[in-house]
């Protein structure tokens, strides 16, 4: 059963058309890859599922709703959760207190994110919201997070930074979590780490659209995947065979390669 689904969308800013007739459906449990060279439409899919954008044509439709007018805080509330290609953290907060104002503030950016902030953080230090502060350090270990618990969040590694992305999404407790490459400028070894937390997420029935350039992680992560390509989707089905369709292989050979 679909969970998020697109029905014939296309996007336009100006004269540049971003997303042409774009399909596809997001079954419920599964983790889907979404590739595509740069400049692809990738992050303006994203942008659409999660209310930041609207589409020029074409519906989204979440959980049998069709949610393509609403506003990106109530499509969080309904259960869409999303990180950034670039992180978006508050860097003066702790990591403590990014989890804690996202479990309250359901994507919505302000002023009062800093109030929150030194609220919960008397909170947590005085005992006063048991609840609410275990909930954050179970989203922390989920992650991995919880050394890091009372760092400022300037003070994070990258990878670490990546990881608080992810939990602050988790916070507003989704159903559907969309991952803006979250492995980019990981080595490795951190890849491998974030391949893992990725799939326990999974495995806690979160259904997941997941971005990425790095093959081995989007390989190794996806059940299925979706090819864009100059705003068109291109493919889609199994990793392997979508993977070594010529359609795809031509797409990055023929585009900047970045493949
Ligand atoms: N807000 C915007 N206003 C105007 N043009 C935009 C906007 N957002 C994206 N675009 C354009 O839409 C196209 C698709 O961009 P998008 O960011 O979705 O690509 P992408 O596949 O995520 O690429 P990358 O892999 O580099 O992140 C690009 O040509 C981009 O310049
Ligand atoms: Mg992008």
């Known amino acids: 059963m679909a969970i998020l689904e697109t029905k014939h969308v296309t ?6 058309t971003a997303l042409q007739d774009v399909s596809f459906a997001l079954e419920k449990g ?3 890859g979404l590739i595509g060279p740069n400049g692809a439409g990738k992050t303006t899919l994203i942008n659409i599922l999660s209310g930041a954008f609207h589409p020029s044509e074409g519906k989204v439709i979440y959980q049998g709703e069709d949610i393509s007018r609403l506003k990106a805080n109530l499509v969080n509330e309904r259960g869409i959760a999303r990180t950034f290609q670039v992180v978006r953290i508050f860097k003066r907060l ?3 207190e990014n989890v804690l104002t996202a479990m309250v503030d359901r994507g919505k950016d302000g002023p009062w994110r800093l109030v929150w902030g030194s609220f919960f953080r008397r909170a947590c230090a ?3 919201d048991r609840d609410a502060c275990a909930t954050a350090d ?5 992650v991995g997070l919880l050394d890091y618990r009372d760092e400022r969040a300037e003070n994070l590694p990258y990878a670490m930074s990546k990881r608080l992305e ?3 999404a988790l916070a507003t407790r989704p159903k559907v979590l969309l991952l803006d490459e979250p ?3 990981l080595n490795p070894a951190e890849q491998n780490e974030q391949i893992k937390i990725i799939r326990q997420i999974n495995e806690q029935g979160i259904s997941i659209l997941i971005i990425e350039h790095v093959m081995k992680v989007i390989m190794d992560i996806s059940h299925r995947l979706i090819v ?3 705003g068109e989707k291109i493919a889609e089905g199994e990793p392997e065979a979508v993977y070594n369709d010529p359609l795809v292989v031509e797409a990055y050979l023929g585009g900047e390669g970045n493949a």
Not at 11 to 16: C, R, S, T
Not at 138 to 142: C, H, K, R
């Open 11 to 16: 996007k336009n800013f100006g004269g540049l």
């Open 166 to 168: 992810i939990a602050r």
């Open 94 to 96: 702790t990591v403590l």
């Open 126 to 128: 005085f005992n006063q």
């Open 138 to 142: 179970g989203l922390l270990a989920s």
């Open 183 to 185: 492995s980019s400028g």
């Open 228 to 230: 864009l390509h100059y």
């Open 30 to 32: 599964e983790v889907m």
